[in-house]
């Protein structure tokens, strides 16, 4: 399974945004078709478009209608568009939100079908392409909605795939007004729990160490500052720890990315958005990658934005969706290297064997052997 060539799925985004521009910079590598099958969702035409502004080299794209039919040598565009959507680089409109939904929705459909194998998503504008389909704050939200199985909570991890750099969130796409109530012992432990769990088998981390950031400035100074620390987060951690989750805190954030103290540890959990993405975008920005954990399927993007100041110009830098195109590579063997390994077929063929013997096995003892 490690040698397949993965079929990765490319939605378009907003299309007078940067995305088609960075994706066709990204699937000019290359490396790209040695290594996956790319499938973009969106519109010949409008690459065509792009294509003359981001590109040099020369470049083919086959249409084709549905994914099965993509070739493992070139890259594959499925039309989910019509003719007639009018471009303008720079200018958000609800034509451009529909024409993004309408590529994630396919796309969707054809990740769950098994028709791809990874899904990466270029960049939305979030308030364009609300509707009466779309009422989600994001990417991470809707597909949570639309991939995950009942009791599946996606968790939003910045990752850069030059350096173990790895950031969480308990709360994401939330107001700044609503954040400490959301706040709770239940969901710092609930994100720290799927945080460790994606850390093993989606980065192959054997025993991660996590570090929790604090809510309040100073870590809340004793109480001073704020009483969420000693209420919420620190009980969260305790129990954490109790179940064998190597996580420690909880951390001042400034200081702790100030002095350099996120390289000791293999994960960060922040408390919301921008107290982790606002350090991790400073140093990472330009090839860092957003990966939606927790779900049944691999879902990548880049770390950017639309970028509409830039849109047209040819000038995106690309990196962050070519590492987001690698690291759904990587994610997805990652998943497969860790489900064989703790498969255990011993224990399955043991209690097959035996039981028309009945008799019963305890093998729980020899799991971590």
């Known amino acids: 399974m490690e040698n397949k060539k993965i079929k990765v799925g490319i939605t378009q985004g907003d299309i007078n945004g940067v995305g088609y521009e960075v994706m066709l910079k990204a699937l000019e590598d ?191 100074e004793e109480g001073l500052l704020g009483s969420e620390e000693k209420e919420i987060i620190e009980p969260a951690i305790a129990e954490a720890q109790a179940e064998k989750i190597n996580c420690f805190g909880p951390y001042a954030a400034d200081g702790f990315f100030g002095n350099g103290q996120f390289a000791k540890f293999d994960g960060v959990l922040a408390m919301y958005h921008d107290q982790g993405l606002a350090p991790f975008k400073t140093m990472a920005m330009n090839s860092g990658v957003n990966f939606t954990a927790g779900l049944p399927f691999v879902r990548t993007s880049p770390d950017h934005g639309t970028a509409y100041d830039i849109a047209g110009k040819g000038i995106a830098d690309a990196d962050s969706m070519r590492q987001a195109i690698f690291a759904a590579i990587d994610v997805w063997r990652s998943r497969v290297s860790y489900d064989r390994a703790y498969a255990n077929p011993l224990r399955k063929q043991y209690i097959e064997k035996n039981k028309s013997d009945n008799v019963v096995l305890d093998l729980t003892k020899n799991d971590e052997s």
Do not use: W
């Open 30 to 220: 290359e490396r790209m078709l040695e290594l996956c099958t790319p499938v973009i969702y969106g519109s010949a035409k409008i690459a065509a478009y792009y294509r003359k502004g981001a590109i040099t080299s020369p470049m083919q794209i086959n249409q084709v209608s549905q994914a099965s039919e993509a070739r493992e040598d070139q890259c594959n565009i499925i039309n989910v568009v019509g003719e007639d959507v009018k471009v303008e680089p720079g200018v958000p409109s609800s034509e451009s939100g529909a024409a993004a939904f309408a590529a994630l929705e396919r796309a969707v459909t054809d990740l769950r079908a098994g028709d791809i194998d990874v899904l990466v998503t270029a960049p939305i504008d979030k308030h364009t392409i609300q509707s009466d389909t779309f009422q989600f704050p994001g990417h991470t939200e809707y597909l949570e909605a639309s991939l995950g199985e009942p009791g599946d909570k996606a968790l939003m991890i910045m990752c850069n795939p030059a350096t173990s750099l790895r950031v969480a969130l308990v709360t994401a796409h939330l107001p700044v007004s609503k954040i400490a109530a959301a706040i709770t012992k239940e969901a710092v432990l609930g994100k720290l729990k799927a945080f460790e769990r994606s850390l093993r088998r989606d980065f192959g981390v054997n025993r991660p160490r996590i570090a929790v950031l604090s809510l309040n400035p100073h870590a809340g």
